[in-house]
């Protein structure tokens, strides 16, 4: 019984760390979508882009959300925010956070 | 014991050599443990570069073999300031370098086909490259049976398409300086889809504006085979008419049917036009090697793919990425595109090679910015949401769109694009 119990911890642990993976990978996959404007993991090249590497998670999510109420004007980001959930949102900004702003 | 230890050693070298000669991708494998599996890509463009980059960046031991012809990567993005002699060759060629300090193996090379039974990609000069996933990312080819006399040897030096930015781009740039003040530039768009939506308004636009300052008595005839302009319209139409009126001229429905080189004249299906410059880009399909591999099981002229990997509906185990594919509901072919569909496609193989559900909610983007003039710059942006129900991505409402209007802070804005989209896709 013991033994069964402890089974089925480790296959909690085991399907909680899978999760955990998954959402890794979306956050990673999803920020990817980025990089073309605002680089590789979001260390822009060039001073024209805001780079996003490093920049705290709470200041892009407010930053997307300004674009896509239009509380802050842009040429194309309010255009591109709308394309994506507030959630997919989260993830994105947590993911640039994580990274380091320099190579 | 001295002796012995020796021999040991010695045989241990030895022995460690024999198996690193047998690896053929001993360099990959070394930087992250056992390899999780061989993927072959053919093709080094806007696909299959950034498959390469994202393929070691995400999986780290994937053994990854990219094929390309050429010895750089030439881009068409950008290429069209080129054509309008405000750009270089040299500003729009980058190398594989950065590739291949990621540990990317590059072969330069013709690849003749795959055989999907044996799992191995044939190179024209007869090697095999044994594969547990391959890429093929081939861009276009162009139909040019579809245009009579196009196909002709001496049709095919004087018209060029210049939709494959390398040497074409450079011999087009010739035939314009060489032209007389007073000549004529005639541009033919076939029906969409086609490579690059916005491209052809855009180097009408480039080819203008050299018209302007340097032969300001040419022209610029766009003959375009749609009913209409078939992207961002009404900014083209503002540009062709703000800032190249008198040289742009405008004709929809106009569809090039014959051409003849030794009078240089295009014949459409009301009348005939006689051009100094005459610029045919041609109906387009699938890369020659996705026809090959036996890929184009939509009208016989692009690949279908499953959207969560994008391999291909025809053939298993081959991913297709980019201009090849059969788009996706108001999915442009373009090198962002591209790039885009590559990230899904690292992403899924990753996951495909390591026995691992593959992401369920991809997403992807587009970005074309098209250059009305040396500085001023429009847009078009999209966001496409993978659509569980109907197995495709389609564009969210409410989001994308154009420009406002043409601007140089996006002037500014495209050149970055280009600077980060080929480090994204190099590893400069």
Request: positive net charge; proline residues 5%.
């Amino acid at each position: 019984m013991q033994s069964i119990h402890r089974l089925g911890a480790g296959l909690l642990v085991l399907s909680a760390s899978l999760a955990q993976a998954q959402d890794a990978n979306l956050a990673r996959n999803l920020a990817a979508t980025c990089a073309n404007c605002h680089g590789t993991n979001g260390r822009a090249l060039g001073d024209t882009v805001k780079p996003l590497a490093g920049v705290s998670a709470d200041k892009i999510v407010a930053a997307i959300n300004d674009y896509k109420s239009g509380a802050q004007p842009a040429t194309i980001m309010h255009q591109i925010a709308k394309g994506y959930s507030d959630d997919q949102i989260k993830l994105i900004a947590s993911y640039f956070a994580a990274q380091p702003a320099k190579k | 014991m001295t002796q012995h230890s020796t021999f040991s050693r010695r045989r241990v070298i030895g022995g460690g050599l024999a198996a690193m000669a047998s690896l053929p991708f001993v360099g990959c494998a070394s930087m992250g443990g056992p390899s999780i599996g061989r993927v072959v890509i053919v093709g080094g463009g806007f696909g299959g570069a950034t498959a390469a980059r994202y393929l070691r960046m995400w999986g780290g031991n994937v053994d990854v073999t990219l094929v390309e012809r050429n010895e750089t990567f030439v881009s068409c993005p950008i290429s069209n300031l080129v054509l309008g002699g405000h750009k270089q060759m040299s500003d729009i060629t980058v190398g594989y370098a950065g590739l291949e300090a990621l540990g990317v193996r590059r072969i330069q090379a013709e690849v003749a086909a795959i055989d999907p039974q044996a799992r191995e990609v044939r190179l024209a000069d007869g090697r095999k490259l044994p594969y547990d996933r391959v890429i093929v990312s081939p861009g276009v080819d162009f139909m040019l049976d579809q245009v009579a006399g196009l196909a002709a040897p001496a049709a095919q030096e004087r018209f060029l398409h210049s939709w494959k930015a390398g040497p074409q781009t450079v011999a087009l740039r010739r035939q314009l300086e060489a032209m007389p003040d007073g000549g004529v530039y005639a541009l033919a768009i076939p029906k969409a889809p086609y490579r690059c939506p916005p491209g052809p308004y855009e180097r009408a636009c480039m080819v203008a504006s050299y018209f302007k300052q340097f032969k300001p008595r040419s022209k610029v005839l766009v003959l375009d085979a749609n009913p209409e302009i078939t992207s961002k319209k009404a900014l083209f139409e503002k540009a062709f008419a703000d800032h190249y009126k008198g040289i742009v001229e405008y004709r929809a429905n106009n569809e090039l049917k014959t051409v003849d080189a030794t009078t240089g004249t295009a014949k459409l299906e009301f009348d005939d036009v006689k051009a100094d410059v005459l610029n045919v880009v041609p109906p387009q399909r699938a890369g020659d090697i996705a026809r090959t591999a036996g890929l184009l099981n939509m009208n016989n002229r692009w690949a279908g793919v499953n959207w969560l990997t994008m391999e291909s509906t025809a053939v298993p185990g081959i991913h297709v990425l980019g201009d090849a594919t059969f788009s996706a509901p108001a999915m442009p072919k373009s090198g962002h595109m591209a790039n885009q569909h590559a990230k899904v496609a690292a992403a899924a193989i990753i996951q495909l090679l390591k026995k691992e559900p593959v992401n369920a909610t991809p997403v992807v983007m587009n970005t074309c910015f098209s250059f009305v003039t040396a500085r001023d710059v429009i847009h078009v942006a999209s966001v496409h949401q993978y659509d569980v129900a109907d197995k495709t991505f389609k564009t969210v409402p409410g989001s994308g769109g154009v420009s406002q209007a043409a601007n140089q802070v996006e002037g500014r804005n495209a050149l970055s694009w280009a600077q980060n989209i080929w480090a994204d896709m190099l590893a400069t």
